[in-house]
């Protein structure tokens, strides 16, 4: 038997907000499914597609799962993201090579140092 990881879902109170945001931070496209979701189409190579599931509730508590970014240059990366209206979050990681933020509805994502 053989797997492929084909998506992410991705809970989200605003999908085309939530959608909107991460398409501008990943340049990834995003388009509306058949069922109302919206889904960023990850170019070949780059991983899953992701897919942004309406809820009615507001994320609460700390994320079970967070996506890690390493980028070229961390602080010019942070930069962007605080930018484009990520925000940082302290999450009891303390001092660390690793920046902490979320995006606008609240989910933690790290941007590590650079290889």
């Known amino acids: 038997m053989t797997l492929r990881f084909s998506e992410v ?6 999908i085309h907000v939530l959608s909107s ?34 809820v009615p509730d507001a994320k609460i508590i700390k994320n079970r799962i967070h996506f890690d970014f390493t980028p070229d240059d ?9 930018a484009l209206g990520a925000r940082p979050v302290d999450i009891g990681q303390g001092e660390q090579s690793w920046v902490v933020l979320a995006d606008p509805e609240g989910n933690e994502f790290c941007i590590l140092a650079a290889d």
């Open 9 to 14: 879902c991705i809970d989200a109170h605003d």
């Open 21 to 54: 945001w991460w398409s501008t931070v990943l340049g990834w496209p995003a388009e509306p499914t058949e069922d109302g979701d919206v889904a960023l189409r990850a170019p070949a190579g780059a991983g899953p597609d992701w897919l942004f599931l309406a």
């Open 74 to 82: 961390q602080q010019a990366e942070v930069d962007r993201m605080l």
